[in-house]
């Protein structure tokens, strides 16, 4: 498996115990500059070459950025909350949960897809969760309130730089950002290119890849129809 530094996957290849390719479960994707996937091939031969384009997983994987599209008012998907007047600490525990039971719900949606055959469906799910692992990473803010300012009117954004580090199933250290508010409007609270966004950046990749290598072999060991014109026949 292949992610570029934006986090994207390229290229997803499986192999039998000895080395060789397996024919037909290969995968490449392209993006632009920017994040926006542009192709996808899958297939390949006994070599792991001649991919062909392959638009089932064009859409499947499209989903990864349904959550900006479809859901960007959804805050517990983005790990977010809702701002609040004379906002508590149960308010903010509050939202932590709701992410929580949005991410393990979509975890029991992918698993139930491979259960009813719906390969499709269970990719497009894989999607919604990498989208909102990796807005964990860009949105969590640290509960003790330390920490730099970034992009922020608000201070607690320094952390993963600084060693204090989290992921999307261990938050004690964090809060969901508040948006609009910690969270600035139409624009990310850390800068990407700043030590603490570079920090927060190598932290997710890691996070999502761990995750992508243990449920993509689920989905292998279900999914084993992928032709080489790019069809799928359990769906």
């Keep these: 498996m292949i992610l570029t530094t934006?986090?994207?996957?390229?290229?997803?290849?499986?192999?039998w115990s000895e080395g060789s390719p397996v024919a037909g479960q290969h995968f490449e994707y392209a993006f632009d500059d920017i994040g926006n996937r542009q192709?996808?091939?899958?297939?390949?031969?006994?070599s792991g070459a001649n991919l062909r384009p392959a638009s089932y997983l064009n859409n499947a994987l499209a989903s990864v950025f349904d959550q900006d599209y479809k859901h960007l008012a959804e805050n517990r998907r983005h790990y977010n909350r809702d701002p609040k007047a004379n906002e508590t600490t149960a308010d903010k525990e509050n939202a932590d949960i709701l992410y929580v039971d949005y991410v393990e719900g979509e975890r029991a949606r992918f698993n139930s897809a491979l259960h009813r055959n719906r390969c499709v469906e269970a990719l497009e799910s894989l999607g919604l969760l990498s989208h909102s692992w990796q807005d964990f990473y860009a949105?969590?803010?640290?509960?003790?309130?330390l920490g730099g300012y970034e992009n922020s009117g608000f201070p607690g954004w320094t952390a993963f730089s600084e060693g204090i580090r989290g992921t999307p199933e261990q938050r004690d250290r964090f809060w969901p950002s508040s948006y609009v508010g910690?969270?600035?409007?139409l624009a990310e609270p850390v800068y990407t290119n700043s030590r603490e966004g570079q920090a927060?950046?190598?932290e997710a990749i890691l996070f999502v890849a761990r995750k992508y290598d243990s449920m993509l072999a689920k989905w292998f060991a279900k999914c084993k129809s992928c032709c080489n014109d790019g069809s799928m026949r359990t769906q």
């Design 39 to 46: 192709s996808t091939k899958a297939g390949g031969d006994n």
């Design 139 to 145: 949105h969590a803010i640290r509960r003790d309130g």
């Design 200 to 202: 927060r950046q190598v």
């Design 6 to 15: 934006l986090g994207e996957l390229i290229s997803l290849k499986k192999y």
């Design 182 to 185: 910690e969270h600035p409007k």
